[in-house]
């Protein structure tokens, strides 16, 4: 192999290697345990799995058809997967026993029904021509439907680039690499083949990159201007905007179980400063941190009342992110009006 085929190998097989380490971590390694990063993983692992097959292809035409049929069969999940991704991304009322029989199981079914009554040992045309077509525009249908969720931050970006938030940026370049990536294999007829690999390893580190300076940005700024903060309100669109990034946080990560929990832990979840996070709360949510945190465990220890009655009072109140079992009495009685053996008693009689 000559030199320049080494390093058109290195370069495309790069994204596919590293896309799947990100995935490994997504499933594994992260801390945030979040529906949305695994939908993540998995999008990461089946376009991983697409650019190896057409690496593998391009430089071996020889390869076992078994994995040019699973390199294709990956395909048709990318598009479900960043749907997916992008939903719960957004929203924090997901049913994703729904929305995993809506997007995931049909296709997977059809993959395996398919990929067993015709296989591409036996049909390699079908697989190199009809088969890639519905592909292609079964991913462009959910391109499409991922675009209209991400309307609101896509106009926000065009509009008010640098008021994004650090995670709306991360979501919006996960999409758009996804764009060129499809755009890159339904043009490759007139390109090249392994053009679609080189695009995911420019893609992958070109995000990598620019999510990266604008940690940073986010970072210098929170900290250049927290004493501007401490006149300035925070105006309505930025507040509801961050309000529902709060929730999605509480609902989804639960910090609140967490006894030692501190305000500025929340407020690294969310990229902006302490003192913005506890402005929000006082301005926006008329409470201070303490009393937003009791709130969501005592829903929480209320939930786990319900569930499970035989648990003593004790165990209820350390699962909810109380430390001590006076805390929780004296908190519970205050927001409620009953004590925890009370909240219990009447369940008993419903």
């Not at 529906?35 to 089946?46: I, R």
């Not at 650019?51 to 040019?68: D, E, M, R, W």
């Not at 045309?125 to 249908?141: E, R, S, T, V």
Request: proline share 3%.
């Amino acid at each position: 192999m000559l030199i320049d085929k080494q390093l058109l190998f290195f370069f495309s097989a790069l994204g596919a290697f590293n896309g799947l380490l990100l995935s490994l971590y997504f499933f594994f390694f992260i801390k945030k345990r979040q529906a949305s990063f695994y939908y993540l993983g998995m999008l990461l692992l089946m376009l991983s799995i697409r650019i190896g097959k057409s690496v593998f292809f391009y430089f071996n035409p020889k390869l076992s058809q078994t994995f040019l049929q699973i390199g294709l069969s990956a395909c048709f999940l990318i598009g479900p997967f960043l749907l997916l991704y992008i939903k719960t991304s957004l929203a924090s009322n997901i049913n994703h026993k729904k929305a995993l029989s809506l997007h995931f199981f049909p296709w997977l079914t059809l993959i395996l029904v398919v990929g067993f009554l015709y296989p591409y040992v036996i049909y390699p045309d079908l697989w190199c021509n009809q088969f890639f077509k519905a592909i292609n525009y079964q991913w462009l249908f959910y391109l499409l439907w991922s675009s209209y969720l991400m309307y609101p931050i896509i106009k926000k970006g065009l509009a008010q680039r640098d008021k994004m938030l650090y995670n709306e940026l991360w979501i919006l370049s996960v999409f758009i690499g996804n764009i060129i990536i499809w755009a890159a294999y339904f043009t490759s007829s007139y390109t090249s083949y392994i053009v679609g690999a080189l695009s995911f390893s420019f893609v992958l580190y070109l995000s990598i990159l620019i999510l990266f300076k604008r940690k940073q940005s986010f970072t210098t700024s929170h900290h250049e201007t927290s004493l501007k903060y401490a006149t300035n309100k925070i105006n309505t669109v930025e507040a509801k905007e961050l309000i529902n990034a709060l929730k999605l946080i509480m609902e989804e990560q639960k910090p609140y179980i967490n006894p030692n929990i501190k305000l500025i832990d929340i407020a690294k979840s969310l990229h902006i400063s302490p003192h913005r996070l506890s402005q929000l709360m006082n301005d926006n949510l008329q409470k201070n941190f303490s009393l937003f945190i009791n709130e969501y465990r005592i829903e929480e220890a209320k939930r786990l009342l319900q569930l499970y009655p035989s648990y003593t009072l004790e165990a209820i109140s350390y699962e909810a992110g109380f430390n001590s079992k006076s805390s929780f009495y004296a908190t519970f009685k205050k927001l409620t009006g009953y004590t925890p053996a009370q909240f219990r008693n009447q369940l008993k009689k419903l």
